[in-house]
């Protein structure tokens, strides 16, 4: 054995980050799309099956059998999937041995007084090193705590989901990318509902239902991209939302969409549908599982939680021990087993930091009748707001468990500070500019221009670029008011003070002026992954000089740059009309 290096961990620290290596190999080889774990055996005078890797690794002997899955296929690159073997023995509290073997390898690995080795018997010594050893030091020398996480995807099949989510996407991506007219990223939106269907699809087809029976309702569809992919999949549904969207019109007739307000009650069921989908349905989720159970007893559901709602309101936090996220996922699962469910819970592979997903398809208890699950919600709701019980079949009283259910106005509101009064607007712009200024900070001491040796390339003249503050410090200085008006706009003062991007730059909830000697012209800007040359050549050749430079105007040295280097204009006669884009 050659020793790597001390990591100077306990050996339980250690078993906790060989978990991670074994249970999500991903983690550390970014090729795999993870593994499926096909046994979990430990050896006493006969092997004994467990449930969990974690339980395992406190056992003197026993073997891990697993198969990994590549994201990709690809025979050329030799990537297929493959089955591997784990074999350990732990005799004492300070020592442990690892096998790793398959067709491709075999390598040891031990643990001995907080010191780790490797020995390769087949196979490529760095790249195992580099795959398996190197992650597992890392992991053992952190100083966070390592804490157990559930594995994605695990109601599914782990390679039935990525061939399918690659078919879809080969299938789909690049049409739907084309055709997209919503403002949103489509690299974002259409891959996660590729995702989300490929998901979906695998669940019925563990039902062996024909497609056929299977009709599904998206509740809240938004783009109805969801229910595009479904339906051209073969799957009959309906996808309803408040107000209709631009590329609605790209995916009809084929796909059945409707504009229509869902008002949840004690009476709203849908009877034609086996399925209720919510994907990031907001206010409808937590009613996804009642109007579910209330329909039939083989209606069945997903719902993808998101914005925090009650049956009434916004979501009020019960467990502050808890994130606020994962005290409403708590939430949304007691509602679900209030309806009578097995709330089974998975993570998705989706690109959403949202992707705790609930999916009930199995009843606890069939003969429920329509009265107590009603009443079971209904004392659900009034624990959380001290309201009185209701009589157990009283109808009338149970129907107050609609809550007066408000739902989602059809009109988008504008909430990105521009309608604030422009009197509130200019005081803060103000305020924020003077406070900068109030520290001594000059150009010409940047450390840009400290090592020039030609003078002639040194700012002309001693430009204060003022110094830097926090929004906490800037929300300090401003009235209790104002900061209410901007929160009622949904994006506070953060949102105003990027609305006035070409004063300021806002980089990780600081603010500083803008300095066009030094910033280019995207800097501060929010934009996609490789869209700064666009928005460079965007200013430069369609806007350039068509407005006034605020600095020219308003910074008591006035610009940072003469005016032929600037891209505003200094001065009305510097004015210039706007070139149209020719696309």
């Given at each position: 054995m050659?020793?790597v ?19 999500k ?10 593994c499926?774990l096909t ?10 099956s ?12 026993g073997e891990i059998?697993r198969?990994?899955?590549f ?7 030799q990537q ?9 023995i ?11 073997h398959?067709d ?5 690995i ?7 080795s490797?020995?390769?018997v087949k196979?490529?010594k760095d ?6 050893v190197d ?22 099949d ?18 739907i990318?084309?055709i ?8 974002k939106?259409?891959?996660?509902d ?6 979906i699809?695998?669940l019925w087809e563990?039902?062996?239902l024909?497609?056929e ?22 799957y009959?549904g ?5 107000r209709?969207?631009?590329i609605?019109d790209?995916?009809?007739p ?8 869902v ?5 709203t069921?849908?009877?034609k549908?086996?399925?209720?989908i919510g994907?990031?349905s ?7 599982p009642?109007m579910?159970?209330?329909?039939s ?12 709602f009650e049956f009434?309101?916004?979501f ?5 021990k808890?994130s606020i996220?994962?005290d ?13 469910f097995?709330?089974e819970?998975d993570?998705l592979?989706i690109?959403s ?12 208890n069939l003969?429920e ?24 079949n009283?109808l009338v009283h149970?129907?107050?468990?609609r ?11 504008v909430?990105n500070?521009t ?8 005081d803060?712009?103000?305020l ?7 520290t001594?900070?000059?150009l ?13 390339l040194?700012?002309?003249?001693e430009?204060?670029?003022?110094g830097?503050?926090s929004?906490?410090?800037i929300?300090?200085?401003?009235s209790y008011e ?7 706009e949904?994006?506070?003062?953060q ?5 006035h991007?070409?004063?300021f ?9 803008r300095?066009?000697a ?7 800007k ?12 965007t200013?430069t050749h369609l ?5 006034l430079?605020?600095?020219f105007?308003n910074?008591p ?6 005016a032929?280097k600037?891209?505003?204009?200094h ?10 884009r020719?696309?």
């Amino acid at each position: 054995m050659t020793p790597v290096v001390v990591v100077q961990c306990s050996v339980q620290r250690f078993t906790r980050a060989l978990d991670i290596l074994v249970r999500k190999p991903h983690a550390s080889q970014k090729k795999l799309a993870g593994c499926t774990l096909t046994s979990l055996s430990i050896y006493q005078d006969q092997p004994k099956s467990v449930k969990s890797v974690s339980e395992v690794f406190d056992e003197a002997y026993g073997e891990i059998r697993r198969r990994l899955v590549f994201r990709k296929i690809s025979s050329e690159a030799q990537q297929t999937d493959y089955d591997e073997t784990i074999k350990w023995i732990h005799p004492s509290e300070q020592s442990m041995t690892i096998s790793f073997h398959c067709d491709h390898h075999e390598f040891l690995i031990q643990y001995l007084d907080s010191q780790i080795s490797f020995h390769v018997v087949k196979g490529p010594k760095d790249a195992i090193r580099h795959n398996y050893v190197d992650p597992l030091v890392k992991w053992c020398q952190g100083v966070e705590e390592i804490t157990p996480s559930p594995t994605s995807n695990r109601l599914v099949d782990l390679a039935k989901y990525r061939d399918k989510y690659c078919q879809l996407k080969d299938k789909h991506a690049p049409n739907i990318i084309k055709i997209w007219t919503e403002s949103t990223d489509p690299e974002k939106f259409v891959h996660e509902d590729l995702a989300l269907a490929a998901y979906i699809i695998l669940l019925w087809e563990q039902d062996d239902l024909p497609k056929e029976q299977i009709r599904f309702m998206d509740l809240g569809c938004g783009n109805g991209l969801l229910v595009y992919i479904l339906t051209v999949e073969g799957y009959d549904g309906t996808g309803v939302d408040i107000r209709q969207r631009k590329i609605w019109d790209s995916f009809k007739p084929k796909v059945d969409l409707q504009v229509s307000t869902v008002h949840p009650s004690a009476t709203t069921t849908f009877p034609k549908y086996t399925w209720l989908i919510g994907n990031h349905s907001d206010e409808l989720t937590p009613w996804i599982p009642v109007m579910a159970a209330l329909t039939s007893h083989q209606t069945r559901f997903f719902v993808l939680p998101c914005c925090p709602f009650e049956f009434h309101r916004k979501f009020v936090r019960r467990n502050p021990k808890a994130s606020i996220y994962r005290d409403y996922l708590d939430y949304v699962k007691e509602v679900g087993e209030k309806c009578g469910f097995v709330m089974e819970e998975d993570r998705l592979k989706i690109p959403s930091t949202k992707r705790i997903c609930f999916i009930g398809r199995q009843r606890v208890n069939l003969k429920e009748t329509r009265p107590e699950i009603l009443q079971a919600i209904h004392d659900l709701n009034s624990t959380s707001q001290s309201q009185g019980q209701c009589e157990k079949n009283d109808l009338v009283h149970a129907k107050r468990a609609r809550l007066d259910f408000v739902p989602r106005s059809s009109e988008i509101a504008v909430h990105n500070c521009t309608q604030l009064p422009k009197e509130l607007i200019t005081d803060v712009i103000k305020l924020v500019v003077s406070e900068c200024l109030k520290t001594q900070n000059l150009l010409m001491d940047h450390s840009k221009f400290s090592n020039l040796k030609d003078e002639s390339l040194l700012p002309t003249k001693e430009w204060n670029m003022g110094g830097t503050l926090s929004l906490s410090e800037i929300a300090a200085l401003i009235s209790y008011e104002q900061l209410q008006a901007m929160k009622n706009e949904c994006g506070g003062l953060q949102t105003l003070i990027r609305n006035h991007n070409f004063i300021f730059i806002v980089d990780k909830g600081q603010v500083r002026l803008r300095c066009h000697a030094l910033d280019p012209p995207w800097a501060g800007k929010r934009h996609s992954k490789g869209s700064k040359s666009n928005v460079g050549t965007t200013a430069t050749h369609l806007t350039k000089k068509t407005r006034l430079c605020w600095f020219f105007e308003n910074h008591p040295q006035g610009c940072s740059v003469s005016a032929d280097k600037c891209l505003w204009a200094h001065g009305k006669h510097d004015l210039a009309a706007m070139t149209t884009r020719n696309d």
